[in-house]
């Protein structure tokens, strides 16, 4: 019988659904073509950081919600801010 070796990942370190986010943003008054022209990006641009990193979209998106990119994606940017701690080798 093989151990279930997967990590657990709590809610809070999920990125949000992209539906979640669209909705968050008509919540909020907008709707993506409406940020994307208050934002002078073409609308595909901003659509691009619901499915694939995209900082400067994500930090539009994220001010429209009053919120920090790193609250919508935290996935992203964990992966984003890992730095690896690397030991030095001890010859023996």
Avoid: C
Avoid at 9 to 30: C, M, N, S, Y
Avoid at 58 to 71: F, S
Wanted: proline share 8%.
């Amino acid at each position: 019988m093989k151990k279930n070796t997967a990590q657990k990942v709590t809610p809070e370190l999920l990125d949000w659904h992209r539906a979640d986010i669209i909705a968050a943003l008509k919540k909020q008054g907008w709707s993506i073509r409406a940020l994307a022209a208050q934002a002078n990006v073409h609308p595909t641009t901003l659509y691009g950081a619901l499915v694939k990193p995209y900082p400067k979209s994500e930090r539009v998106i994220a001010d429209a919600l009053g919120l920090k990119p790193e609250q919508i994606w935290p996935q992203r940017y964990a992966a984003r801010n890992f730095h690896p701690v690397l030991r030095r080798a001890v010859n023996v």
